[in-house]
């Protein structure tokens, strides 16, 4: 069973332009999450998207948005970049979001902004 | 607020031995699940093993095991046996039922296994 796949792996980008990840979840998970990773914050939640609509979200500006579709693969959009946003962003699945699911994590996606 | 704390930002074990990894939390919530994440140098992050706050059993994966105390707001993770392998940061999460499909993180533990 394919885990969960992140792409790209890498980017480099510059301040003020925008961003576009995408995330394929676990064959039959319908819930993905996003997660931000940084040195100094550590991982925080973005936002949780299922059967299409975001279900839950975290304390992050309207710079930061996603999407879902309805084969459950989702994008994560950030607009106008700033220095701050350089981490790495992972993407979770789980089956249905049950509190006793376990999300299991792609790759994750380094992005830089120089 | 809930919140997950590891009080131990780096570890040293000799390989063979165990070890355990510090997790305390808190929550007024009723209904929630403890979770441990394994996160090598190449920043995948790896499910380890879950324990539900209505589990009266501590939870075990192989070499891995929970130790529960619900009564101090702890959730423990011991490794037996360590491996060269096991040398990574190991995340302490929660999610809680009225919270929905939203993990917290502690600030993790860095682990280093000695030969």
């Known amino acids: 069973k394919a885990g969960v796949t992140q792409t790209p792996r890498y980017l480099i980008k510059t301040r003020g332009q925008q961003v576009t990840l995408s995330c394929s979840p676990i064959?039959?998970?319908?819930?993905v999450s996003w997660y931000q990773q940084t040195p100094g914050q550590g991982l925080q939640f973005l936002f949780e998207?299922?059967?299409?609509?975001?279900?839950n979200k975290g304390n992050f500006p309207g710079r930061f948005s996603g999407r879902q579709f309805s084969n459950s693969r989702s994008e994560m959009n950030v607009s106008t970049l700033e220095l701050g946003d350089s981490a790495l962003y992972l993407c979770?699945?789980?089956?249905?979001?049950?509190?006793?699911?376990?999300?299991?994590f792609g790759d994750g996606t380094r992005l830089s902004i120089l | 607020a809930q919140k997950i704390t590891q009080t131990q930002p780096g570890m040293f074990v000799q390989e063979k031995e165990a070890v355990t990894l510090d997790c305390t939390y808190d929550?007024?919530?009723?209904?929630?699940?403890l979770f441990w994440y394994k996160q090598p140098s190449s920043g995948e992050m790896i499910f380890l093993i879950y324990?539900?706050?209505?589990?009266?059993q501590n939870a075990t994966e192989g070499r891995y095991s929970l130790n529960f105390q619900k009564a101090r707001k702890s959730a423990n993770l011991v490794i037996s046996a360590s491996q060269l392998g096991d040398s990574a940061m190991y995340f302490c999460?929660?999610?809680?039922?009225?919270?929905?499909?939203?993990?917290?993180f502690g600030g993790g533990t860095r682990l280093m296994v000695k030969p």
């Open positions: 324990q539900g706050s209505y589990d009266e």
């Open positions: 064959s039959g998970h319908r819930s």
């Open positions: 979770a699945s789980s089956l249905d979001g049950s509190v006793n699911q376990p999300q299991h």
């Open positions: 998207y299922f059967s299409e609509t975001q279900r």
């Open positions: 929550t007024s919530d009723q209904s929630y699940g």
């Open positions: 999460a929660m999610r809680r039922w009225s919270a929905g499909n939203m993990l917290t």
